[in-house]
């Protein structure tokens, strides 16, 4: 069974860094994308970056120049370096893998960034 796993969240202060990973297991077939999400409270899950398996990337506007999403098509893992963190980036980070046939979802690290 595909599952995808992620990790690298936690609790940080308003201006520091973390690094999300996210690696998927099982039987998948070529990824044709991979992409983080966040929910916060109250809010709508939303997309944070794509990066498609050419190397395409796509981002939110209130990450640009924060966030970075990079990925390791071998390992079939995906990153997301963020820096400059600010309290509003407080929420669930769900990584998201698409291929041909369906979409898979992990099931979240939290990340919390106080003032």
């Known amino acids: 069974q595909v599952q995808l796993v992620e990790s690298g969240g936690g609790l940080v202060q308003a201006g520091g860094s973390l690094r999300l990973s996210c690696a998927a297991s099982g039987r998948i077939f070529s990824i044709n994308a991979m992409g983080w999400y966040r929910q916060a409270p109250g809010k709508q899950r939303e997309l944070v970056a794509i990066?498609?398996?050419?190397?395409?990337?796509n981002y939110a506007d209130y990450v640009k120049g924060r966030f970075t999403i990079s990925r390791d098509n071998a390992k079939n893992t995906v990153y997301l370096q963020m820096i400059s963190l600010k309290p509003e980036d407080t929420a669930v980070y769900y990584c998201?893998?698409?291929?041909?046939?369906?979409?898979?979802w992990g099931k979240g690290t939290l990340v919390t960034v106080s003032s």
């Open positions: 998201n893998f698409a291929d041909s046939q369906a979409i898979y």
């Open positions: 990066i498609t398996r050419g190397g395409s990337t």
